[in-house]
């Protein structure tokens, strides 16, 4: 079944993929991306209308009745394209049957009203998909304000080019907006241009950066940065970190080291929604050596549905903070459940 599930995926996907293309005006970089036209999902993309179809049996047996139990052949039809609904939006495949597999346990054990039969399913099924993917979560201010540590320190990690500094430059901007100050740490010593990168956010922000030269040791120039924040009382620290393409041993070490030095009071995972299946497995390697508070996905503008943070909901438990919707500093919102609900279901 999964090899005509994963044909009709590709058909299906190949039809969907127009990546559109604009230049981004404002943010400093060394390579710019193509960008879509519109900043969010066209709601005009085919969606699968998911209905049961009631057997010859299941009518007989409720004849007389206005209530209709729904029996596993009537789901069969409903559940392969809900499956195939989440595989297409990049939903993984263990997390899309797990979901599917709860969703079949509910509704064999409801009774329905024949009446309005498919929009009592369908809210079932989203009532049962929200319930699996909820978890608690926090405002990064409130958190911030809350806090009698000063300053508060986050570590964003994440893979090269997932959109780390981007996100720290956005973060920068949302706390300042809030009226907080901050001081950056240039704590990527190894890709080449990082340093430069976030220097360049951090004159345009007016805000203060702490680096040291390539090759240095990053937990040197976090403590250093948080050293400078205490003295000049400042609210939040912002520690860039390495990040390779394929996570590493020594990656891994590095950042550990960085943790000991400076205790990080959130360790935040950016990641590109576009990854697709591979953010989940980076994001589980980054969670089992370093143990995640939460997450922020990148690219939500481009062509993604974005099923990726369901699977990361479900698999990780740990909230999405933020999403990433553009190149602008202010393209960064708050996660929404609903936002990503509408786009997949
Ligand atoms: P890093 O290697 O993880 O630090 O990644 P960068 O911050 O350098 O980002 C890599 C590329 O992704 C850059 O061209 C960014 O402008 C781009 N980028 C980051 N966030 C977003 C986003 O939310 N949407 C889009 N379209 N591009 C983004």
Redesign the pocket.
């Known amino acids: 079944m999964f090899d005509v599930l994963k044909q009709k995926l590709n058909d299906f996907s190949k039809k969907l993929k127009t990546t559109l293309s604009r230049e ?1 005006e404002s ?1 400093p ?1 060394e ?3 193509a ?1 879509p036209e519109s900043k969010l999902i066209s709601s005009e993309e085919p969606k699968r209308v998911l209905k049961a179809e009631i057997s010859a049996i299941s009518k007989v047996k409720h004849v007389f009745s206005s209530k209709v139990k729904l029996s596993e052949k009537d789901l069969e039809d409903l559940l392969f394209d809900l499956e195939l609904s989440l595989l297409e939006a990049d939903v993984a495949h263990s997390t899309s049957q797990a979901i599917c597999s709860s969703i079949k346990e509910k509704l064999l054990s409801m009774e329905f009203d024949k009446s309005n039969l498919d929009s009592a399913i369908q809210k079932e099924i989203r009532s049962v998909l929200i319930s699996s993917i909820s978890i608690p979560s926090f405002s990064l201010f409130d958190k911030v304000k809350q806090s009698s540590k000063k300053p508060f320190t986050i570590l964003l990690l ?1 893979p ?8 720290i430059a956005k973060l920068s901007h949302y706390f300042l907006e809030h009226n907080l100050k901050i001081v950056l740490a240039a704590a990527d010593t190894f ?1 080449a241009a ?1 340093i430069e ?1 976030l220097a360049e956010h951090a004159q345009r922000l007016k805000v203060r950066m702490i680096a040291h030269t390539y090759g240095s040791d990053p937990a040197a120039v976090a403590f250093d940065a948080v050293r400078s924040a205490e003295a000049g009382h400042i609210d939040v620290v912002l520690i860039d970190s390495a ?1 390779r393409q394929e996570t590493n041993t020594n990656l891994m070490q590095e950042l550990k080291k960085m943790v000991r030095v400076v205790k990080p009071d959130l360790k935040i995972f ?1 990641g590109e929604s576009l990854a697709g299946h591979a953010l989940l497995d980076q994001a589980l390697e980054y969670h089992e050596q370093l143990s995640l508070d939460g997450f922020i996905l ?5 062509d993604t549905k974005g099923g990726t943070i369901i699977s990361l909901l479900h698999e990780i438990k740990k909230p999405v903070l933020f999403l ?4 602008k500093y202010s ?1 960064l919102i708050e996660f929404n459940l609903d936002y990503i609900l509408e786009k997949i279901i």
């Open positions: 981004p943010f970089q390579s710019k991306p960008l994440g090269n080019g997932a959109g780390k500094t981007t996100t890709r990082s990168q990040g950016i990148t690219k939500l503008d481009t990433g919707i553009g190149q393209d």
